[in-house]
């Protein structure tokens, strides 16, 4: 299994992205069974990214654990103004958002965003302290012409590679091949960890002091069986899970894998 060259003790991170599912009680018995079952010992960090308008409620349930936090699935690349339906980042911020997501590929697919938005995206967060946890992935026919490190290169220059070195090593980045995500393929853990030493290392050509800083998650069909080993690959640094976090037994499972891992890191 590929290994990289830049190794350095980084947090691991277990983010649940509900997409739009879940009623108003389901979304909360959910945040009700994860902080039980979360205790302050975790050395994991949690991440709910749940639909804008259970934000607030869900960080009420989780109460005050420094291990848990909630993230927005999407952010406006606009400050403010006459953009109805859009959510600003100062608006998130102001309600106890820490995380959002930027760029995931339903994003791109369904509502045509582009990198130039989603720069600005990753801008707005930055300014009002939230942290983007920046998708990437290539489409299957990409990964078939064998063009994925190129593709996930490209997009990453053009959404990341403007912000400081600083700005860099505080964002996540989410490795998510589209063809893995909710289609139960998933990515072996040896191209998981080829893509994430990939991606670092080309970090490393422009913000060598942000390579192994920088967090990156594997995401596309995580589940309970198969996170021991994508968290034990070097530059795999957590999980964004979709389907297996609407669940609060396979999620919990997915924690206490992060925390072994971890505990077998120490």
């Not at 960080?59 to 606009?78: E, F, P, T, W, Y």
């Not at 390579?211 to 070097?234: D, H, M, P, Q, W």
Request: glycine content about 6%; charged content about 20%; aromatic content about 6%.
């Amino acid at each position: 299994m590929p290994k990289s060259s830049i190794p350095m003790k980084r947090q691991k991170i277990v983010a649940g992205n509900w997409k739009m599912n879940l009623s108003y009680a389901q979304a909360m018995s959910l945040s009700d069974a994860i902080a039980a079952a979360v205790k302050e010992e975790t050395t994991c960090e949690i991440i709910l990214a749940s639909p804008f308008v259970y934000l607030h409620d869900v960080l009420r349930r989780i109460g005050h654990r420094d291990c848990i936090s909630i993230a927005a699935q999407n952010v406006s690349d606009k400050v403010q103004g006459a953009y109805t339906g859009e959510v600003s980042a100062a608006m998130l911020a102001s309600v106890g958002v820490e995380f959002a997501l930027v760029g995931h590929s339903e994003r791109r697919e369904f509502y045509s965003e582009n990198d130039n938005q989603l720069a600005a995206k990753v801008d707005r967060c930055l300014e009002n302290g939230i942290i983007p946890v920046f998708c990437c992935g290539e489409r299957l026919a990409e990964r078939e012409t064998n063009r994925q490190m190129e593709v996930v290169a490209e997009q990453l220059t053009a959404a990341l590679f403007h912000l400081t070195e600083s700005q860099l090593s505080e964002s996540i980045i989410a490795y998510e091949p589209v063809w893995a995500i909710g289609t139960g393929k998933t990515a072996t853990a040896a191209q998981a960890q080829e893509m994430h030493a990939n991606i670092r290392q080309l970090i490393q050509s422009r913000f060598p002091n942000a390579a192994g800083k920088i967090r990156i998650l594997y995401g596309g069909s995580v589940t309970a069986s198969n996170a021991s080993e994508l968290f034990a690959c070097n530059d795999v640094d957590g999980a964004l899970v979709g389907g297996a976090s609407l669940k609060a037994a396979d999620f919990i499972s997915i924690i206490h894998s992060c925390n072994q891992s971890e505990r077998n890191l120490a």
